[in-house]
């Protein structure tokens, strides 16, 4: 039998050709200029959280070291460093850190790594900011609604099984404690799933990974979620294409310059089924308990840290074109929704997307 995280990594494999073409050949072959480098590019690649990640690193060389070498000993210590987070962050472990916690008893706090209990605590901060939009909790509603494990129901969930599920969930019975890396869950049952904002902060760790190294200039990106650091191997700043979220086709959105800061998007085109006509996509309202109704099909989020990003293109997703436009611009996120209006897809962003679009 398949495992989900063996059906989830197939799933991004087969999507994988499209998304380098899109995201690495932009990072490295977008420009060109006659800047000779002392300096070689490394690129490593491999599968973590059930998708694919890709690092590009200007890399200087040591003597008596070759490319291959080097390239080595990263994809090494990389591995080894994600390993050590999916021992923290997933689910489908049954001895990971999450997953432990997900077992043990309301009422009694259980301590966690300093990791950890970060994660958890930026994840409700968002989750009030949104005003419930972003949970952690809401696993299962995913299960409930068949997203988990990729199989759709035969008929749409009721509301007396959908408020049953509600029950299970709520950010605000998930407690992280003050004087001590530690949480507690405040009912029997709440679970905690980190798909929404771990790829981010993992991001955020392989670039201090590489900072720790000595690496000013590289690119991480870990499932379509991306930080830049530097600049490329020409000198040049990071290029980067968001991809559209048009059905049926691998078209560029958009394509930028990241400056040392982190990208992250959500969107409804991969992740999806359609039950008599009505389409019903993987991102949950926690607050109504059912799959996003409204015409947002993309946020992409620019951030300092790619855990926010991530964190809060999810949550602006959920809270669709208006309600998610007013926060952003109130607290001066830059962010790109793309909307489906009629046949067509129309872009709208905030003032702070749209300045670095022009600088």
């Known amino acids: 039998m398949i495992s989900a995280a063996e059906r989830r ?11 380098v073409l899109f995201t690495v050949l932009l990072f490295t072959g977008a420009c060109k200029n006659n800047r000779q480098s002392k300096y070689d590019l490394l690129k490593v690649n491999g599968l973590t959280m059930g998708t694919t ?12 070291s070759t490319i291959t070498s080097e390239s080595q000993e990263l994809r090494r210590a990389v591995s080894s460093r994600l390993e050590e987070l999916n021992q923290l962050f997933s689910t489908f472990l049954p001895d990971s850190e999450i997953s432990a916690f997900n077992r043990s008893p309301a009422g009694e706090w259980f301590p ?7 994660l958890v605590r930026r994840a409700n901060e968002i989750s009030e900011l949104s005003a419930g939009a972003f949970d952690i909790t809401v696993a299962p509603l995913i299960n409930l609604w068949g997203f988990k494990d990729k199989i759709k129901p035969a008929v749409p969930p009721d509301r007396e099984a959908i408020r049953a599920a509600q029950a299970l969930t709520g950010y605000r019975q998930l407690e992280t404690a003050d004087d001590k890396t530690a949480l507690r869950k405040r009912i029997d049952g709440l679970t905690i799933e980190l798909a929404a904002i771990a790829k981010g902060l993992a991001v955020d760790e392989i670039a201090a990974l590489l900072s720790s190294l000595g690496c000013d200039n590289f690119l991480v990106e870990i499932g379509g979620e991306v930080l830049a650091r530097g600049r490329n191997e020409r000198g040049l700043f990071w290029k980067i294409g968001i991809l559209s979220p048009q059905q049926g086709a691998f078209n560029l959105q958009r394509t930028l ?3 040392n800061s982190a990208l992250a998007s959500s969107g409804d085109y991969h992740n999806y089924y359609e039950i008599e006509g009505i389409r019903y996509s ?3 309202d926690p607050r109504s308990g059912s799959p996003i109704n409204h015409g947002l ?6 951030a300092d840290s790619c855990m926010d990003a991530d964190a809060l293109a999810t949550a602006l997703h959920v809270l669709g074109p208006q309600a998610g436009m007013e926060l952003a611009v109130r607290h001066n996120w830059a962010v790109l929704f793309v909307t489906r209006e ?3 897809l129309v872009e709208t962003m905030t003032p702070a997307f749209s300045s670095l679009l022009t600088e």
Request: charged share 20%; proline share 4%; aromatic share 16%.
């Open 282 to 284: 993987h991102t949950i």
């Open 342 to 344: 009629e046949r067509s």
């Open 297 to 302: 099909a993309s946020v992409s989020v620019i």
């Open 257 to 259: 310059n990241l400056k």
């Open 9 to 19: 990594t197939r799933f991004y494999l087969k999507k994988a050709p499209y998304f």
């Open 112 to 118: 966690v790594s300093s990791l950890t209990w970060r």
């Open 53 to 64: 990640y890709n690092i590009r690193a200007v890399w200087s060389i040591r003597p008596g």
